[in-house]
């Protein structure tokens, strides 16, 4: 059924007119637990870039522009400030908008804008003045002591109003100024959390947190009623908080998406996958991995939660592609790091059925968030980057249809010595192995790249037939379970590429050497077709 339905979606998109799909809203489909973005009516895989949080002024967009041309980048991420749309109390100012929906058509390169509002990294650092600094009207949280902190209250009704009020005339001057739908997706505030103390203390907040937990939530989520602490216990505390932004985003998204109901999401400030931390050392209460339940519960209107991943360690970042890669969780990275180790990391998304990769800031203003990310956005650290963006750039619109279809693969090279310098990817019957550091002629063993920088990613065409690609790697294919007398061997492989028309045109068969040691990728843009067969 969803195959049928897929081949439908894309039927149309192929027998519809140019004004059809430019109008045809962006929208996120789910099913049997994988996801596609669905953009002009067809699955769309974005080859993002988020710019720094200050370069989002028009005098900045010039030193963005040649970053995203030089990534082949299709898609950017853009701050949209509160502080920036309404810098007096019911005075809006789109001018940033509207040039950069002008500019990012004239470059031919998808949105997504980012609202920064209440919560930006936490802090309300991009509401206006005229909020931020009235405590009285737009009341801080108050911790365990009694003390007023740095972030606004998810209780303060009136913050909500405002922040709504702003967010919801933003998003009717979209409707009005993209109706092409330039803008595909909309992040709704910014790392949303508390660090320092685990929830609000204020009246309001204490109030709820003694009184039951909401009859939806507990439905939702399938526990027993009661109080936040007789259900949650020791976690108490972090769920409510959770509860509370989340059911506050909930509301600002609620409204945003009556006006224009676009695809909205979250993004998450990570903490250690591995190990339990006190609470008040990240944002607690924010889309963290040990409350994405009670975020989906308390935010139906948020359509993912993406996690901004900035550590390159193997480990930690697999471990955030399986908590965020859920059944009921569309995968998503809005945010990674610009450094060059964090490039491979690519294969193992798009592997994995995620409909997006955003390396953070990606322009030429000279800031470099460094150690988080690259020490200087040099050139070689780009093509990093833009080496993935030119090969997946001709498959933005075939590789995403087939991670719909359950039929893709992708691994990143592993830096713990106990991996092997090797990763396993099972297909069907087959598996594939692809391993890191190996001459491209005989049978040396695998001690990884000087630094980690390959990536191998595989999809399905068709009965025993499969895309393979990626860089820096050997891919070598086997018959786990052979039946009696059943032998494998690899009958063709065709290096080739893409039409504009997503039909494939052969450009050479590979064989002899170059597969007599396992199919091996250098730096080399390479697109393979490999038909695997038996023989007795």
């Keep these: ?84 749309i309404e810098p007096k109390e019911g005075q809006f100012d789109f001018s940033f908008l509207d040039q950069l929906l002008t500019e990012a058509r004239a470059h031919h390169v998808h949105l997504v804008l980012l609202w920064f509002g209440t919560w930006k990294n936490t802090s309300p650092s991009y509401a206006p003045a005229w909020v931020k600094l009235d405590n009285k009207r737009f009341p801080r949280m108050i911790d365990e002591k009694g003390q007023s902190i740095y972030a606004l209250s998810p209780f303060a009704t009136t913050t909500l109003d405002a922040d709504r009020a702003a967010f919801t005339r933003l998003m009717a001057h979209l409707k009005a100024a993209d109706p092409d739908h330039e803008v595909i997706m ?39 009623a009661g109080t936040w602490s007789q259900v949650f216990g020791a976690d108490a505390d972090e769920q409510f908080h959770a509860w509370a932004i989340a059911r506050y985003v909930d509301a600002v998204a609620a409204a945003g998406k009556a006006e224009l109901p676009l695809p909205m999401y979250v993004n998450a400030s990570l903490n250690d996958p591995f190990k339990p931390q006190d609470p008040k050392t990240y944002s607690a209460g924010g889309p963290t991995h ?52 964090y490039a491979r990391h690519f294969f193992a998304v798009v592997g994995r059925g995620g409909v997006g990769f955003s390396p953070f800031g990606m322009d030429q203003t000279g800031y470099y968030n460094f150690p988080l990310g690259a020490a200087k956005l040099d050139a070689e650290t780009i093509d990093a980057f833009a080496a993935n963006y030119r090969l997946f750039r001709p498959l933005e619109r075939i590789w995403p249809k087939l991670a719909y279809e359950g039929r893709t693969w992708g691994v990143s090279e592993p830096t713990a010595p106990e991996a092997g310098h ?41 009965p025993d037939e499969y895309l393979v690609t990626g860089y820096h790697a050997r891919v070598s294919f086997d018959l786990p379970s052979p039946k009696p007398g059943e032998h494998m061997i690899i009958d063709r492989v065709e290096e080739g590429h893409f039409d504009a028309d997503g039909h494939w045109v052969f450009e050479r068969v590979w064989n002899g050497d170059e597969v007599d040691y396992g199919l091996n990728f250098t730096g080399l843009p390479q697109l393979l077709k490999v038909k695997l067969a038996t023989y007795r």
């Excluded at 962006?26 to 769309?44: E, F, M, Q, S």
């Excluded at 519960?297 to 399986?322: E, N, R």
């Excluded at 594939?432 to 191998?456: E, K, L, M, R, Y």
């Design 1 to 84: 059924m969803m195959k049928a339905v897929l081949a439908g979606v894309v039927g149309a998109v192929l027998c519809a007119t140019a004004p059809v799909l430019a109008a045809e809203l962006p929208r996120i489909v789910a099913d049997h637990g994988r996801h596609a973005l669905l953009v002009d009516g067809a699955p769309y895989l974005m080859l993002g870039a988020q710019i720094n949080n200050s370069s989002a002024w028009p005098a900045m967009l010039p030193k963005a522009w040649p970053t995203v041309a030089q990534l082949d980048a299709n898609t950017l991420e853009v701050p949209i400030a509160w502080e920036q």
């Design 186 to 224: 909309v992040q709704v505030e910014n790392e949303t959390g508390t660090y320092g103390t685990v929830r609000d203390h204020s009246p309001a907040a204490d109030k709820a947190f003694a009184a039951p937990v909401p009859a939806e939530i507990v439905r939702r989520m399938g526990v027993q």
């Design 290 to 341: 040990q409350v994405l339940a009670m975020w989906k519960a308390a935010a139906p209107h948020v359509d993912a939660i993406g996690p901004d991943i900035y550590t390159s360690d193997f480990a930690h970042y697999m471990k955030y592609l399986d908590l965020y890669g859920r059944p009921d969780n569309m995968l998503f990275v809005p945010e990674t790091g610009n450094a060059k180790d």
């Design 422 to 462: 090797k990763q396993v990817m099972t297909l069907g019957r087959w598996r594939a192995t692809a391993t890191f550091g190996q001459w491209q002629f005989g049978i040396d063993p695998p001690t990884g790249n000087p630094t980690p920088s390959g990536g191998v990613a595989v999809a399905e065409l068709g």
